[in-house]
Each structure stands twice: as structure tokens, then as C-alpha cells.
């Protein structure tokens, strides 16, 4: 815990105190900030209040004093609700206005980690609640300058070169006429990232045709279809370095198993790409001008373009997500569909942007690239260059 840094940040945001509560490990975000082993055993309510100024306070159960050993904080110990509740009124009586996690209708709910009824208590002792989610994004999204070197010099290549002999697969199968399935492709990729010394958290997805337009599809050894002639082919995959908190890249790409993309096809792919790459205008032109842009603008500069092009209810998720050491991860969320996120895109964050068509039962296509903002805000493409056009995977002309 940098509790110096913690301090700035609650100064500038204007609270008297950032109150990260937990029972049973309900509040994940305390435990990352405060740094907990995840072995700790825990079964008692406990809080930490790190004030903008002064030493932070501990408050424990008598018979676990021990849960947070490795806080530095003054200590102080309950055993009874009545002691919880004295201890905490003396403490809200001290800092009112409180940071928590808690979002306000719940807008940012990977910021919603305290429950309904604590949040009750606390105002019914007296304290302001601010969100802090604005806190959360700056200690835990902001990337250092040896995950920003390690990500865009290292990982986003990589990923972007396995996503190309993942098509040169499917090609050179099919020019073999060998029998050749989604899972295939899916085994390949993993094998690809282990040979590259990379991880993911989950298998990567490929789909064809209607499977796709599933956003979330993903084949199995049990569940999975073949590729044909013909098929329309969606490929999402992420990955992260071998290394400690290294960070994900996350790339979708498009190929057609043909030597020409049908017209419908491009065209849909089209609208995508133009909303992709409106949302990386408005990034680039907020921070080219210094001026602030948030998450919730960034998706509706995206999902403009494919709504005045027709098909808006057809693109039935966010626009993109923080990227951080987790795939999701706890910076601001390009989001005004599924969420609301108002919180400001921060320089040394990254984020993805991916938006898609789905057609039920008959075609899904998606075009995502992770934005990586520097530290002098300059807007960044790891994995460029990026995808203009549906790969023809059996074209006679060069594509790669």
C-alpha cells in the first residue's frame, strides 16, 4: 500500500477518508489494495480507514487480530456488535465524507463491492459516501513503464502474429483438404502460446457463421463446429507474458474461407471498423487538445456509426474494457450501454475497443484492437496494423 499516494489522491477528489470494509472476503479490491495473503483466514467483519492526512486505522475482531497483520495502521478491536457500531459512529464522527466501494445506481459495478445493508449503517451514522472508483483506477489500472515496454514491444506483437498463423491454418488445411474444426484452431492457438511463453485465463475463441453471433461462444472437445468453404470465421483471443503482473492483450480478427469476401460480409464488417475507429478519433483528438475524455463518451462515438448505419440493435454489448494484469480489469470501462462509466480515460491505462454485429442464427462479426494510452497521452496501437478488411483465406494474392 502506497500510502502516500493514497493520501494525494483522497485530497484531490476532496474525502475525508477511503473506508475499505470487508466480511469473509467480500470486498476483493481491499484485499489487492491492503495487499492481504490470500490464505488469510477471515471470518469476522473488519476495517481499514486510510485518512487524507494523519495514520490509518485498523478495526478488527478480538479473537482475529491477526487478519490484518500486515496493515500498518493503529489497531483497534471489537468483540461485540456493540463495540462495532460505537467504534464506528467515533470513526465517521472523525471523517464524514468516506470513499467506498460502492457505485452510486450502481453504474460501475466492479466498483460495488460493500453491501446494501453496510451502506445503510454508514449513512445512518452520518457519513457522505463517494464512490471509489476514481481512487481504484488510479492505483490499480495505471500501468508502469515496464508493463507499458513489456506489452506493446513484446506481448501485442506476439499476439498479433499468432492470430495470423492461426488463419494460415485454416488456409493451408483447407487447400489440403483436411478436416479441420474449431477446436482445432483452438488447440493450435494454445499450443502457439505456450511456445511463445504466454498465458491466458481462459481458451480463446473461434467461431464460424451463426456460432459467432454468440459473442461469447467459445468450442470445447464436446461442442464445436467444422470449418467449410464458404464459412465466415471469428478469432478472439487474449494473452498476457509469462512474467508478474504482466498485462493482456486482447485482438479480434475476421477471415472468409473463399478466395472473395461476399459483399454482406464486408459490409457489415465495414460499419464495425468505422465505429472502432470513431472511438479511437475522439480518444486521440481529446488527448492531442488536453482535454478530458471518459468512457461512456468514447462508446457512444462508436456505437453512433452503427446505429445510423442500421444495425445499433445488433450490437448488443459495451464498446470495450480496461486492460490492466487481469483482462477486465478495474480502470474505466468504455461503456454507456451495459453500464454507465463516467470516470476519465487516465494516461498510462489501456482499454479495448470491439465492437460487433450479431445476427442470431446467422452471422456475428467483431473488430477489436486494445488502445494503449502513454504517459504524455500519446494514443497508441500495439497490435497495428489493424484489420481494414475481412481476411479472403484462400485469396491468391498475399494477404499476410
Known amino acids: 500500500m502506497n500510502l502516500s499516494n493514497i493520501q494525494t489522491l483522497l485530497k484531490h477528489i476532496g474525502v475525508d477518508a477511503w473506508f475499505l470494509y470487508d466480511f469473509r472476503g467480500s470486498n476483493s479490491i481491499a484485499w489487492d489494495i491492503l495487499s492481504i495473503p490470500p490464505a488469510t483466514h477471515c471470518t469476522r467483519r473488519w476495517a481499514v480507514i486510510i485518512p487524507a492526512k494523519g495514520q490509518p486505522i485498523k478495526l478488527v475482531h478480538a479473537i482475529e487480530n491477526f487478519t490484518l497483520e500486515c496493515v500498518h495502521?493503529?489497531?483497534?478491536?471489537?468483540?461485540?456488535?456493540?463495540?462495532?457500531?460505537?467504534?464506528?459512529?467515533?470513526?465517521?464522527?472523525?471523517?464524514?465524507?468516506?470513499?467506498?466501494?460502492?457505485?452510486?445506481?450502481?453504474?460501475?459495478?466492479?466498483?460495488?463491492?460493500?453491501?446494501?445493508?453496510?451502506?445503510?449503517?454508514?449513512?445512518?451514522?452520518?457519513?457522505?459516501?463517494?464512490?471509489?472508483?476514481?481512487?481504484?483506477?488510479?492505483?490499480?489500472?495505471?500501468?508502469?513503464?515496464?508493463?507499458?515496454?513489456?506489452?506493446?514491444?513484446?506481448?501485442?506483437?506476439?499476439?498479433?502474429?499468432?492470430?495470423?498463423?492461426?488463419?494460415?491454418?485454416?488456409?493451408?488445411?483447407?487447400?489440403?483438404?483436411?478436416?479441420?474444426?474449431?477446436?482445432?484452431?483452438?488447440?493450435?492457438?494454445?499450443?502457439?502460446?505456450?511456445?511463445?511463453?504466454?498465458?491466458?485465463?481462459?481458451?480463446?475463441?473461434?467461431?464460424?457463421?451463426?456460432?459467432?453471433?454468440?459473442?461469447?461462444?467459445?468450442?470445447?472437445?464436446?461442442?464445436?463446429?467444422?470449418?467449410?468453404?464458404?464459412?465466415?470465421?471469428?478469432?478472439?483471443?487474449?494473452?498476457?507474458?509469462?512474467?508478474?503482473?504482466?498485462?493482456?492483450?486482447?485482438?479480434?480478427?475476421?477471415?472468409?474461407?473463399?478466395?472473395?469476401?461476399?459483399?454482406r460480409v464486408q459490409k457489415l464488417f465495414s460499419i464495425i471498423a468505422e465505429g472502432r475507429d470513431a472511438a479511437v478519433e475522439l480518444v486521440n483528438q481529446r488527448f492531442t487538445e488536453g482535454q478530458p475524455v471518459y468512457g461512456y463518451e468514447v462508446d457512444d462515438a462508436c456505437r453512433k456509426v452503427i446505429t445510423d448505419a442500421g444495425y445499433g440493435t445488433y450490437f448488443i454489448h459495451r464498446t470495450g474494457h480496461s486492460i490492466t494484469h487481469e483482462i477486465h480489469g478495474s480502470g474505466a470501462n468504455i461503456d454507456n450501454f451495459e453500464t454507465c462509466d463516467r470516470r476519465q480515460i487516465l494516461p498510462n491505462t489501456s482499454f479495448s475497443i470491439e465492437p460487433g454485429i450479431y445476427i442470431t442464427d446467422s452471422i456475428g462479426l467483431r473488430t477489436e484492437i486494445d488502445v494503449v494510452i502513454s504517459e504524455n497521452g500519446e494514443v497508441l496501437i500495439p497490435s497495428e496494423p489493424i484489420q481494414r478488411k475481412v481476411l479472403p483465406l484462400l485469396a491468391t494474392d498475399s494477404i499476410w
Open 73 to 263: 495502521a493503529r489497531e483497534i478491536q471489537y468483540s461485540n456488535r456493540h463495540q462495532w457500531l460505537s467504534e464506528l459512529e467515533n470513526i465517521i464522527k472523525q471523517y464524514p465524507n468516506i470513499a467506498l466501494e460502492y457505485s452510486p445506481n450502481n453504474d460501475i459495478p466492479t466498483a460495488s463491492k460493500v453491501d446494501g445493508g453496510t451502506v445503510e449503517l454508514l449513512r445512518l451514522l452520518g457519513a457522505n459516501l463517494h464512490s471509489s472508483a476514481d481512487i481504484i483506477q488510479h492505483i490499480q489500472a495505471v500501468w508502469s513503464p515496464e508493463q507499458m515496454e513489456e506489452n506493446c514491444n513484446e506481448t501485442a506483437p506476439k499476439l498479433r502474429s499468432i492470430m495470423m498463423e492461426a488463419f494460415l491454418f485454416i488456409r493451408d488445411s483447407i487447400f489440403a483438404e483436411k478436416h479441420i474444426t474449431e477446436f482445432d484452431v483452438q488447440k493450435l492457438i494454445l499450443e502457439l502460446f505456450e511456445q511463445n511463453d504466454l498465458l491466458t485465463d481462459h481458451p480463446p475463441i473461434v467461431a464460424i457463421g451463426k456460432n459467432a453471433a454468440s459473442p461469447h461462444y467459445g468450442p470445447t472437445e464436446e461442442l464445436h463446429s467444422p470449418i467449410h468453404l464458404g464459412d465466415v470465421v471469428l478469432i478472439d483471443m487474449w494473452a498476457t507474458a509469462n512474467t508478474p503482473k504482466s498485462t493482456f492483450a486482447d485482438i479480434t480478427w475476421m477471415g472468409y474461407v473463399g478466395e472473395n469476401v461476399p459483399e
